[in-house]
């Protein structure tokens, strides 16, 4: 049953609301452990609405930083980029769902709309759906016949099977090894309770990646596991963002640029705001040495995730490629005033002042 609490009339102009960012869903359960399920109810609708082209989502990585921030939400918005924000809180049972959400203009700090849902947990992956088409709909965003379609594919999970998916994507997020060991485990443990539960599957493939791009294990090892679970999730559901972008990883752990390439192309075209996706594009072009396309598809990764700190140190790499100095030592000095104790970007500083005959800021920047 859906109950309607308050809702808005929303008279403005469609192309003032396009971009959106989710901020970190409110926990309303008693029990502190349920942290993650709230922050996985973020990452889905966040990953719903970034299915639809005509708008931009902004990354749950960069909505995330903003979590218990006392800032405004008109503040929070700017930094993000964001002219619309979507509030919400979350409260579960062992079966049932419950989430209260609100849109607001992010300028005005006025209530749009809002919502509660009461649904199956069974039913969370149509929740998310119906939720993310709604929003479309009150910022009068076009979706498209196939967007529509994708949207409206989702099927009931083992409520038992999505818990420790949720509970897995939790520890994934941190990245250490020891806390992608504790994904595995979660991620594992979804798919004895559902073996055909592609979400899991694509995670672990996912985290084979993660251990291989943070030097944990050798690409030879983590490319055929990658593949191995992304090939499995396919076969399941093929139109599943996480399973092109698993395949990407692993095509290009492998070398392999034109696979890389085609499932990250696919990866963007379902699920457009996918800013991981656009930042494998952008890696493969750089192995080319095509720092242009590097260059323009990174950028399109940052506006998705604002806060990535690892994004703009491709950036400033592929713009050191293209021998665009100045536009580095752009990069770097606004990723030091967002991220003081960052070292990456130095070494490409210092390149670029190298380049530029700099020698007096390259003495200031090695004192830094």
Same mark, same amino acid.
């Given at each position: +049953?859906?109950?309607?609490?308050?809702?808005?009339?929303?008279?403005?102009?469609?192309? #003032?609301?396009?971009?959106?960012?989710?901020?970190?869903?409110?926990?309303?359960?008693?029990?502190?452990?349920?942290? #993650?399920?709230?922050?996985?109810?973020?990452?889905?609708?966040?990953?719903?609405?970034?299915?639809?082209?005509?708008?931009?989502?902004?990354?749950?990585?960069?909505?995330?930083?903003?979590?218990?921030?006392?800032?405004?939400?008109?503040?929070?918005?700017?930094?993000?980029?964001?002219?619309?924000?979507?509030?919400?809180?979350?409260?579960?049972?062992?079966?049932?769902?419950?989430?209260?959400?609100?849109?607001?203009?992010?300028?005005?700090?006025?209530?749009?709309?809002?919502?509660? #849902?009461?649904?199956?947990?069974?039913?969370?992956?149509?929740?998310?759906?119906?939720?993310?088409?709604?929003?479309?709909?009150?910022?009068?965003?076009?979706?498209?016949?196939?967007?529509?379609?994708?949207?409206?594919?989702?099927?009931?999970?083992?409520?038992?099977?999505?818990?420790?998916?949720?509970?897995? +994507?939790?520890?994934?997020?941190?990245?250490?090894?020891?806390?992608?060991?504790?994904?595995?485990?979660?991620?594992?443990?979804?798919?004895?309770?559902?073996?055909?539960?592609?979400?899991?599957?694509?995670?672990?493939?996912?985290?084979?990646?993660?251990?291989?791009?943070?030097?944990?294990?050798?690409?030879?090892?983590?490319?055929?596991?990658?593949?191995?679970?992304?090939?499995?999730?396919?076969?399941?559901?093929?139109?599943?963002?996480?399973?092109? +972008?698993?395949?990407?990883?692993?095509?290009?752990?492998?070398?392999?640029?034109?696979?890389?390439?085609?499932?990250?192309?696919?990866?963007?075209?379902?699920?457009?705001?996918?800013?991981?996706?656009?930042?494998?594009?952008?890696?493969?072009?750089?192995?080319?040495?095509?720092?242009?396309?590097?260059?323009?598809?990174?950028?399109?990764?940052?506006?998705?995730?604002? #806060?990535?700190?690892?994004?703009?140190?491709?950036?400033?790499?592929?713009?050191?490629?293209?021998?665009?100095?100045?536009?580095?030592?752009?990069?770097?000095?606004?990723?030091?005033?967002?991220?003081?104790?960052?070292?990456?970007?130095?070494?490409?500083?210092?390149?670029?002042?190298?380049?530029?005959?700099?020698?007096?800021?390259?003495?200031?920047?090695?004192?830094?």
């Amino acid at each position: +049953m859906t109950v309607v609490f308050d809702q808005y009339i929303l008279d403005s102009d469609p192309l #003032y609301y396009r971009s959106i960012a989710v901020l970190p869903f409110q926990s309303l359960s008693d029990d502190l452990d349920d942290e #993650y399920f709230a922050d996985g109810m973020t990452e889905a609708l966040t990953a719903s609405l970034a299915k639809i082209e005509s708008i931009r989502v902004i990354s749950r990585t960069s909505a995330m930083r903003f979590k218990g921030s006392d800032l405004s939400l008109p503040e929070i918005a700017r930094r993000l980029g964001a002219s619309a924000i979507v509030e919400a809180s979350t409260q579960q049972s062992s079966e049932r769902v419950r989430i209260t959400v609100q849109l607001i203009d992010s300028e005005t700090d006025e209530h749009l709309w809002s919502e509660t #849902y009461d649904r199956d947990i069974s039913d969370i992956l149509t929740l998310q759906s119906d939720m993310a088409q709604e929003i479309a709909r009150q910022i009068q965003a076009t979706i498209t016949p196939e967007e529509q379609e994708r949207l409206n594919a989702s099927k009931a999970i083992d409520p038992a099977a999505y818990d420790a998916y949720l509970r897995g +994507m939790q520890h994934f997020s941190r990245m250490t090894p020891a806390e992608l060991e504790i994904a595995e485990s979660f991620f594992e443990q979804a798919l004895e309770i559902d073996t055909d539960a592609a979400l899991p599957l694509a995670s672990l493939g996912m985290t084979w990646v993660a251990r291989a791009l943070n030097q944990i294990v050798p690409n030879q090892v983590a490319a055929p596991l990658a593949r191995g679970c992304a090939e499995r999730a396919r076969m399941i559901e093929d139109e599943l963002p996480t399973v092109h +972008m698993a395949l990407s990883s692993a095509a290009w752990l492998e070398g392999k640029l034109d696979e890389s390439e085609a499932h990250a192309r696919s990866a963007v075209e379902l699920q457009p705001s996918y800013p991981d996706a656009w930042a494998g594009l952008a890696n493969v072009q750089l192995i080319r040495e095509d720092y242009g396309q590097a260059v323009e598809f990174m950028r399109r990764a940052i506006e998705l995730d604002p #806060y990535n700190p690892f994004y703009r140190n491709v950036l400033a790499t592929a713009l050191l490629g293209a021998r665009n100095c100045n536009d580095v030592i752009s990069v770097q000095r606004e990723s030091r005033l967002m991220f003081p104790n960052l070292p990456t970007l130095l070494p490409t500083l210092i390149s670029c002042l190298h380049v530029i005959e700099a020698f007096d800021e390259v003495i200031q920047a090695e004192a830094d």
